[in-house]
Nanobody
Framework: QVQLVESGGGLVQAGESLRLSCAAS????????FGWYRQAPGKQRELVAA???????NYADSVKDRFSITGDNARNMVYLQMNSLKVEDTAVYYC??????????????WGQGTQVAVSS
């Protein structure tokens, strides 16, 4: 099992930045990919960004030029730097862990989520 704990959410104004952190523990040797998903009220959960332990990344088109996902393999940490935040980025953000093979990403473990609220 892998445990994931997110931190760093909060309330900011549009145009500001936030950095989310995710600490992984447990059987992390079984993991080679991490990601961030988000779910806004009334909407489906969607992938925001993902990163493999060898550095490949994947971003949603809506955040590609504003968000950056990075990982620290030695510390089992994953970060999501969010710049130029928009009201529509408001959501609960979930850290997730799993595996990637080629272009196929599969996430098996989920954190509890952290709220990000962006006001206009």
């Amino acid at each position: 099992q892998v445990q994931l704990v997110e931190s760093g959410g909060g309330l900011v104004q549009a145009g500001e930045s936030l950095r989310l952190s995710c600490a992984a523990s447990g059987s992390t040797f079984s993991i080679n990919a991490f990601g961030w998903y988000r779910q806004a009220p009334g909407k489906q959960r969607e992938l925001v960004a993902a990163i493999s332990t060898f550095g490949s990344t994947n971003y949603a088109d809506s955040v590609k030029d504003r968000f950056s996902i990075t990982g620290d393999n030695a510390r089992n940490m994953v970060y999501l730097q969010m710049n130029s935040l928009k009201v529509e980025d408001t959501a609960v953000y979930y850290c997730t862990a799993g595996s990637v093979t080629g272009r196929s990403w599969k996430f098996d473990y989920w954190g509890q989520g952290t709220q990000v609220a962006v006001s206009s």
